[in-house]
């Protein structure tokens, strides 16, 4: 164990990690940096930005270079969904000798959809012996605990999942990024020009065939809009929705593997009404005939920022380079300052 | 990756053993052994004892040395549910440098209730190059899910589970150990002089601290009996249960830790009636406030099988020693013949 505390960059102070960077200070972690975008966030404290109610002695800064120096632990990268936008920030990070670990979706699970960046970025870890980790309810819920009930499992026909999530909770960018607000016109006519992105989904279903050694033969998208039924409000976009427009998608992926089993997912993000949760739902069909997992009122804004926080210390601890979490051990809870996970120098 | 199958004993071809049996077979498994007490199986060939619809050629002995020879693997031993019973049996099979995967309840955390006899079996494995690991149902579902739900929290509170079993599925011994059949009058009677035994319960739970780290400060049982509420049947006892008699207990145990966290786990082990299934159900509190994983229908029978066969390979690429769970990796689905899974001698 470390005598000292961990050192935190907050690289991205939106709603994820304003929440992470409370998160931290309560598991005896220094924040030493933060990063933003925003001019109405650069140049103030972080304390103040992320409403911790106290400063920090932190500036949010709108230049990473000026937050990160020797000696960073660990940086936490909350902003935005793709890799191609994210390279910079990581690549910053990693040349600082920083490990990363990310929120952004496709680093979950990046070698097929980004591979040339991905070994670019593997490449840089390993020069700099820093490692880049992506995490975020997708770690715990979507990943261990389904991967941990086939455990369970003597032979795996398909594996089917269904999740829902509240896509006013995670800022604009994200809203956007599910097309609120689009008549179904534009929707249509965005998916037609651009496709639809591979988004969790894919990655979800790739890092867990990967965990469990099979290999996909063909994958299989499908996305359908959303649609307001009335008059709506996004706390996200700050404005309404006229009935009839988008209020998110639901994304599907199936994913065949060579081996045989099937692995499909449905991810619902969209706007909720009240009394809404998000919930979580796996069948593993087989031998046994059926292994069911449901997780209900799942609070996944928050356990979004608790896994990143809960895995400090194993990405810390891991070899350097672009890692999924296959390669990792599982999420455990750390009832302790973070520091006291952190595997000796020179220790076994 | 050895390019040999693993060489397995069945030690004890009960209602489970015969499932696992079949199990290993299908997962490239060479059986080697096969033991039993009853005279009606002493002689005959597993498969025929087993039900497994072909001769293997392996007769079924009473004297475990006459099965055991040099460069078995692993003895998947299901005889009992106690460590003082099992002692000799695991002995004999660590002496003879053979692993050990045991459904025995109390050996998933015997530091507590049998520290000397696991002290011994330790040494024992150490000495003879052999680990000693208890899985089963509460393997996946009470120990290795939990622990993961706990990785989405930010700070746990209390751990509260619930769990139910059919005590008809699992043979005579098991039956017999939850008292079906008893007077309401012998159960109090047996509970005030014998009390009650630690069985799983509290194992599971001393499991679960121990993964997280925590330090048992208290440990609270409780237990009560089931009744029949008609004139009943019992396929594990072949016998009528009387209404008002014992046809199972409610089996509790509430942990606390001098770090602050409770963890509590009510089982209900009792004769199902028509359309119960068994369930599995785990609350965390604490930040975030609430964290629920809830399991239906599980093949509680089954998947103690699936488990046990599944964890084949984690506990012969294991240390020597008597080892708990938490000192695994985390169950994974095996979609390949069993020996795939194992080490290379050497490797990394």
Redesign the interface.
Known sequence: MTARPIRAIVYGVGAMGSIMAR?LL??GVEIVGAVARSPGKVGRDLGDVAELGRATGVVVEADARRALSTGDDVALVSVSSYLSVMRDHFLLCLEHGCNVITIEEESLWPWSTARELAEELDRAGRAHNASLVASGAQ???WL??V??????????DTVEGRCSWNADDYGPEVARHVRVGDTPEEFDSYVAEHGWPDFVVRATLEALAA????TPSSVTPSVRPVLAQTDRWSRALGRPISAGCVVGVVDGVTLATR???TLSFEMAGRLYEEGDTDMNEWVVRG?????????????TR??TC??V??RIPDVINAEPGFLTLDRL?????R??PLHHYLARPGGP
């Open positions: 998160l309560e598991k770690d715990v819920f261990n605990l991967s941990c009930l086939m455990g369970a499992a003597h032979r795996v965990d469990v050694e099979l081996e045989g089993p031998h046994p005939s059926e292994l069911h997992l449901r997780n209900d009122r799942v609070p928050l356990i608790t896994s926080v809960n051990p599982r999420l455990r809870y009832h302790f």
